[in-house]
């Protein structure tokens, strides 16, 4: 069910960039912004990401979280769901898959202030409101932590 990916893949590749265009549109709606970078990300983008990349699979994959650990932060970079999978607990099972794997870590994690399901999500895992920063004009982010 969880697993680890092999983004260079190109396969895996690409049905990871089906999943995030999905579910980043639907971010992009909510924030009125279409300038999420992972929006655009080709297939030899993915493959070459430094990213440490993790699967959610029944029959195919439904769920993605990609992040990078560096100096005891883990640092999540995406949490995709395919929007055909919704309110299904992939994205709360992914985050405890991470809490688990990386017990006594800090965890930091950044969304569109205005994806209200993904802020709920981290606020139900007990990560903490850091900031907010404006990413373009009356666009905004919302960064979390949690010490693990």
């Given amino acids: 069910m969880i697993h680890e990916i092999d983004h260079q893949n190109e396969q895996l590749a690409k049905e990871i960039q089906e999943i995030q265009q999905a579910a980043y549109r639907i971010e992009a709606e909510l924030m009125g912004f279409d300038g999420i970078p992972q929006l655009y990300e080709a297939v030899h983008e993915i493959q070459n990401s430094p990213e440490t990349f993790i699967g959610y699979s029944i029959e195919r994959l439904q769920g993605v979280v990609s992040y990078r650990v560096k100096q005891g932060i ?40 205005a994806n209200k399901p993904a802020i709920a999500l981290y606020q139900a895992n007990g990560f903490r409101e850091l900031r907010v920063f404006e990413v373009a004009p009356g666009v905004h982010c919302t960064q979390f932590s949690l010490s693990n």
């Fill in 74 to 113: 883990v640092d999540i970079h995406r949490l995709v769901v395919d929007p055909d999978h919704f309110r299904k607990g992939i994205g709360k099972q992914l985050i405890a898959y991470l809490l688990e794997r990386y017990k006594g870590y800090e965890f930091m994690v950044s969304t569109g202030t």
